[in-house]
């Protein structure tokens, strides 16, 4: 992953996936690695602000 950015969009492709899927165990570890995405670019940003104090 590039950035923040690429994460997010992503985390928006693995949930689009995961809405049109009919498979339960898809959609789980796409929400989990969705989810995944989400918190490692909370990281980022308090790495990037932290960083810059």
Known sequence: MEGPE???EE???????A???HNEGLIKTLSDYADELERRI???HA????ARL
């Open 6 to 8: 690429a994460m997010r």
């Open 11 to 17: 985390a928006d492709r693995a949930r689009r996936i």
């Open 19 to 21: 809405a049109r899927s």
């Open 42 to 44: 909370a990281q980022w």
């Open 47 to 50: 790495g990037a602000e932290a």
